[in-house]
């Protein structure tokens, strides 16, 4: 069955003035590594991506994205002719309330930075999702499954990799995840330190599985 995969990945960046952003580590690494597992079995596949020193695939369609603003409308902008959606980016939740024009100077000794929440897009996508499959990431610190299990409803999602960030060897940039894959109504998989690799391709597994029960 002829599947198209939409791939996000990479962190955002929300700026600040010219020369300054709000961002975090995220490299990419798991998002790239997912696209290209979807080329590897010949999907289409369209990977867009916050900035990262990583090149892009061969034979999937690029398209770059700094803020979390930007990741969303090319997200929903593909959305619409997608089979699969994989959110594996780390999109910034804040940005500054506004964007100064021109470099800030350090006049003052103190200031406080106003922040706005950016668009959940996984969220926004969800009332349209239909048939399409849906699948998103969660790093997190504390809480692993009760938090994964909350962002997979509160999103809509078919599934979610909650990665335990807690540990040195899974955090942000590194290699390995330490994964659960957590199912709305199947059983969850404890997975433990595992390769971005890998990873792509159960995801993928998962994909193609999905697509034939619906
Ligand atoms: N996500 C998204 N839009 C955002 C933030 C996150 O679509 N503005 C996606 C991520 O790509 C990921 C999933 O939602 O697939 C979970 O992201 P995470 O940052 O863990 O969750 P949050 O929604 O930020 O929830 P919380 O702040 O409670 O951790």
Redesign the pocket.
């Known amino acids: 069955m002829p599947l198209k995969f939409l791939v ?1 990945a990479g962190p955002t960046r929300e700026y600040i003035d010219p020369v300054r952003f709000l961002s975090n580590p995220s490299s990419g690494k798991m998002g790239f590594a997912v696209a290209k597992e979807a080329v590897k079995r010949g999907y289409e596949c369209v990977l867009v991506s916050g900035p990262v020193n990583l090149r892009p695939p061969k034979g999937c369609r690029f398209i770059p994205v700094v803020s ?1 603003e930007d ?2 409308q090319a ?1 929903k902008k593909e959305f619409a002719s997608c089979d699969v959606l994989i ?7 804040f940005k500054p309330a506004k964007t100064l024009k021109q470099k800030e100077h350090k006049i003052a000794e103190k200031s406080i930075l106003e922040l706005v ?9 969800s009332p349209d999702k239909g048939k399409r499959i849906v ?6 610190t504390n809480d692993l499954e009760a ?1 994964g299990k ?2 997979l409803f ?2 809509g ?1 078919d599934m ?1 990799v909650a990665n335990d960030v807690s540990k040195p060897l899974a955090g942000f940039a590194v290699g390995k995840l330490n994964a659960t894959f957590l199912y709305p109504k199947k059983e969850k998989e404890r997975l433990g330190l595992i390769s971005k690799a890998s990873v792509a391709r159960k995801l993928i597994d998962f994909a193609e599985q999905e697509a034939k029960n619906k």
């Open positions: 996000s979390a990741m969303y997200i959110m594996t980016a780390a999109v910034s939740d929440r950016t668009k959940d897009i996984l969220k926004s996508l699948i998103g990431f969660a790093a997190e938090s909350r962002k509160v999103k999602l979610i």
